[in-house]
């Protein structure tokens, strides 16, 4: 299963961006696709998934309220929309899938997930 994750970049602390992932369709429409993040010199830790099959969404507490995932079914991309980026949230995305079905709290794990996309840079600056 491939991901085409794209959209990082440099932003000021307060500003926005939108991660997109491309998938298959076959991905798309099954099972849970995510994304984690990894700073340096921290542990990978997972922001946000969302389950297809009911369409619960998981966030991790640090992201809650600010991010949100979006989906363009037209185009099987799925979206991390970032708003009042923090420095803190400096780090390596990364899209991930899978298409078994998860329970909720297998979502947050990052194990679960067979696929993982190429990473995509995000630098919040103060």
């Known amino acids: 299963v491939q991901l085409q994750a794209s959209g990082g970049g440099l932003v000021q602390a307060g500003g926005s961006l939108r991660l997109s992932c491309a998938a298959s369709r076959r991905t798309f429409i099954n099972g849970v696709m995510g994304w984690f993040r990894q700073a340096p010199g921290k542990e990978r830790e997972f922001v946000a998934a969302r389950r297809r099959s009911d369409g619960n969404t998981q966030y991790s507490s640090s992201v809650k309220g600010r991010f949100a995932i979006t989906r363009d079914n037209a185009k099987n991309t799925m979206y991390l929309e970032m708003n009042n980026l923090k420095p803190e949230d400096t780090a390596v995305y990364y899209c991930?899938?899978?298409?078994?079905?998860?329970?909720?709290?297998?979502?947050?794990?990052?194990?679960?997930?067979?696929?993982w996309g190429q990473g995509t840079q995000v630098t919040v600056s103060s």
């Open positions: 991930v899938a899978t298409t078994r079905g998860l329970i909720v709290s297998s979502i947050k794990i990052g194990s679960e997930y067979e696929s």
